[in-house]
């Protein structure tokens, strides 16, 4: 599938080369196929909510929360959720931002998966683990990704942290 994600050089600023996952999820069957895959590690474990990141990582927590049949908690941008929330500042491999949760998101669910489109420096996946790291009591099952950037050290600060990831491709 990896033929199917268009690479746009210098977006959104010079340097970026940009993985862009919309040629690939625009054909039903690639969008079944990246599903299944994302779905098919995480079947036998036990899983009460996915968490991800706004906003691509919606595109398949939702479709994959549904298959796993667990709760989805979005990880939201500045100013987006209504309730009050926890929040965290972090780097992007372009920019930076704060991500939010809602202080009552993740009251009796225990067990977490982290979803998003891509794994490059880390920023966000780790911005996530903080996040949850604001609860008690709380254990990340592990991470999936459609794509990994191996060389950006992402995949290596999660794992030193414990922290089980899946991806389908890498770049
Ligand atoms: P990072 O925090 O550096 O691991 O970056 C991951 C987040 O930024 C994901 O939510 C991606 O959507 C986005 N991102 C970072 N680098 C790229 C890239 N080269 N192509 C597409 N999206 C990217």
Redesign the pocket.
């Known amino acids: 599938m990896k033929e199917f994600v268009r690479t746009i050089s210098d977006y959104p600023v010079k340097g ?4 862009d996952i919309t040629t690939l999820l625009q054909n039903s069957k690639h969008f079944e196929k990246v599903i299944d895959e994302m779905t098919e590690p995480w079947q036998n474990t036990t899983i009460d909510a996915i968490l991800s ?1 706004e906003s ?2 919606f595109i398949m927590a939702g479709a994959i929360a549904y298959k796993l049949k667990t709760a989805f908690v979005p990880l939201r941008k500045p100013d987006k959720l209504p309730g009050p929330t926890f929040k965290v500042s972090y780097t ?2 372009y920019g930076s931002t704060e991500m939010h949760i809602h202080k009552d998101a993740l009251y009796d669910h225990k067990n977490l998966l982290i979803i ?10 780790l911005a996530a683990v903080d996040l949850i790291n604001k609860f008690p009591n709380k254990n990340i099952v592990g991470a999936g990704f459609i794509i990994n ?1 191996p060389e ?1 050290g ?1 995949q290596k600060k999660l794992e030193n942290i414990g922290i089980k990831i899946h991806t389908l491709m890498e770049f």
């Open positions: 970026i080369q940009f993985r990141i691509r990582g992007l491999e998003d489109d891509l794994l490059a420096t880390g920023g966000t996946a950037l950006l992402g």
